[in-house]
């Protein structure tokens, strides 16, 4: 795997918050040597505003994304994984479809920045609070590589 681009899906129930926020730092921090897909067991339809502001208040872009099902990734012509990460708790007790590629798969649990309540300046400060526990994860998962996903 060293030699070619590392690919990993990063999964959640919605695919509106948490994964995609996971899938933007990976396509960034991954240097071009990793790049990320997101997807979710039941999608929500669309992406969640205050991730694209955060992501956009973090330089990254902040466009181009979308909710959409897992099921994209599971049939022939999908880009074939090494790795496949959830990122919500429902979404690593469900039954997965079936992977091309047999990929590593790990479960790197983050609360749901969508369910917050309060202002929306509290709503925001959340997504803030989310999206850097992510990235502190993401980061490691890199140095580390995709064989030691576990270690994260």
Same mark, same amino acid.
């Given at each position: 795997?060293?030699?070619?681009?590392?690919?990993?899906?990063?999964?959640?129930?919605?695919?509106?918050?948490?994964?995609?926020?996971?899938?933007?730092?990976?396509?960034?921090?991954?240097?071009?040597?990793?790049?990320?897909?997101?997807? &979710?067991?039941?999608?929500?339809?669309?992406?969640?505003?205050?991730?694209? !502001?955060? *992501? +956009? @208040?973090?330089?990254?872009?902040?466009?181009?994304?979308?909710?959409?099902?897992?099921?994209?990734?599971?049939?022939?012509?999908?880009?074939?994984?090494?790795?496949?990460?959830t990122v919500c708790d429902n979404a690593a007790g469900e039954v997965c479809p079936v992977w091309q590629g047999h990929?590593?798969?790990?479960?790197? &649990?983050?609360?749901?920045?969508?369910?917050?309540?309060?202002?929306?300046? !509290?709503? *925001? +400060? @959340?997504?803030?609070?989310?999206?850097?526990?992510?990235?502190?994860?993401?980061?490691?998962?890199?140095?580390?590589?995709?064989?030691?996903?576990?270690?994260?």
């Open positions: 795997m060293s030699d070619s681009v590392i690919n990993v899906l990063v999964l959640c129930t919605g695919n509106s918050a948490r994964s995609i926020l996971g899938e933007a730092l990976i396509n960034h921090l991954g240097g071009g040597r990793w790049r990320a897909f997101s997807a &979710g067991s039941n999608p929500a339809g669309k992406v969640n505003p205050l991730s694209l !502001e955060v *992501l +956009a @208040e973090k330089g990254l872009p902040a466009v181009g994304y979308r909710s959409k099902s897992w099921d994209e990734f599971a049939v022939a012509g999908a880009p074939v994984m090494d790795l496949v990460i990929p590593a798969k790990v479960h790197l &649990g983050f609360p749901d920045p969508a369910a917050a309540t309060g202002s929306a300046e !509290e709503r *925001l +400060a @959340e997504f803030r609070r989310v999206y850097a526990m992510i990235e502190a994860k993401m980061r490691r998962l890199i140095d580390l590589g995709p064989d030691r996903a576990g270690e994260v």
